[in-house]
């Protein structure tokens, strides 16, 4: 069988990171949003720039409870969540005009979550050609713009 590999060296860097408690409960406690890179604050849910991005513009948004289920929000949590990426999405079109979206989410440790108690969602901008030799030959991932240039970016259109 001939077997494909994605190969992201990139993230090596999150993958040896140590942290204690959750990410994103700390991140919503946090009151520094443009230390955390925090975008918006809903009622129910926020949304944050990846610091260990996949594309530029990938962002994750969060409930503020602590949940591992999208099963387990409420129905005012859960349209607050979406229609934070509803914005978002928006915003990106504008601003960075992306050709396409992965929106994504990792239930559980054997689907990838790397934070499996708290439950997340990514929205990862793409264009036609954005995968490319870097990561795997220069183990070098192209991210075209700083996280801070885009953070005052999305929040001046925000």
Same mark, same amino acid.
């Given at each position: 069988? #001939?077997?494909?590999?994605?190969? @992201? /060296?990139? $993230? ?5 990171? =140590?942290? !204690?408690?959750?990410? *994103? ?30 594309? #530029?513009?990938?962002?994750?948004? @969060? /409930?503020? $409870? ?5 099963? =387990?929000? !409420?129905?005012?949590? *859960? ?80």
């Amino acid at each position: 069988m #001939n077997q494909k590999r994605l190969w @992201a /060296p990139w $993230r090596i860097n999150y993958i040896q990171k =140590k942290t !204690s408690g959750c990410l *994103f409960c700390k991140i919503a406690k946090s009151i520094n949003d443009g230390k955390n890179f925090i975008i918006h604050r809903g009622e129910f849910s926020f949304s944050t720039l990846n610091i260990y991005p996949y594309n #530029n513009g990938h962002i994750m948004f @969060a /409930p503020y $409870r602590h949940v591992n289920d999208l099963r =387990k929000l !409420s129905e005012a949590e *859960f349209l607050d969540l979406l229609g934070n990426i509803n914005q978002m999405q928006s915003v990106l079109d504008k601003l960075i005009k992306p050709q396409g979206y992965n929106i994504g989410v990792n239930i559980g440790r054997a689907a990838g979550a790397g934070y499996p108690y708290h439950i997340h969602i990514h929205l990862v901008p793409r264009w036609v050609g954005d995968t490319n030799f870097m990561p795997i030959t220069a183990k070098t991932k192209v991210i075209s713009e700083s996280l801070s240039e885009l953070y005052r970016k999305i929040k001046d259109v925000y």
